[in-house]
Nanobody
Framework: QVQVIESGGGLVQTGGSLRLSCAAS????????MAWFRQAPGKEREFVSG???????SYADSVKARFTISRDNAKNTMYLQMNTLKPEDTAVYYC?????????????????WGQGTQVTVSS
């Protein structure tokens, strides 16, 4: 049974930092492309960042230079370091996985999803 579990969300002030983690089990982690999405109230789920099997990364324009994605295949875990947070970063953050070599920005491309972790940035 595949499990994808996010952690690390919370409440932070504008300009602060958080580090999200995504622990995966029941799948061949090193064979998966991994990604972070987020969904704010009343909005569609949107791509934030992705990391390919080989470690190549991509970011949404809104988070470039502020967020850093990484993965540790030995721990079956992916991370998202979020710096200089803004109120518009407030959302539920989801981890997603798919058996593919390349990052995709569409939610429909991913096979496995976590339950999400809330990130709230106060102004």
């Amino acid at each position: 049974q595949v499990q994808v579990i996010e952690s690390g969300g919370g409440l932070v002030q504008t300009g602060g930092s958080l580090r999200l983690s995504c622990a995966a089990s029941g799948l061949t982690f090193r064979g998966c492309c991994m990604a972070w999405f987020r969904q704010a109230p009343g909005k569609e789920r949107e791509f934030v960042s992705g990391i390919s099997r080989s470690g190549g990364t991509s970011y949404a324009d809104s988070v470039k230079a502020r967020f850093t994605i990484s993965r540790d295949n030995a721990k079956n875990t992916m991370y998202l370091q979020m710096n200089t947070l803004k109120p518009e970063d407030t959302a539920v953050y989801y981890c997603a996985a798919r058996y593919h070599s390349l990052v995709a920005v569409s939610t429909s491309a991913y096979d496995y999803w976590g339950q999400g972790t809330q990130v709230t940035v106060s102004s």
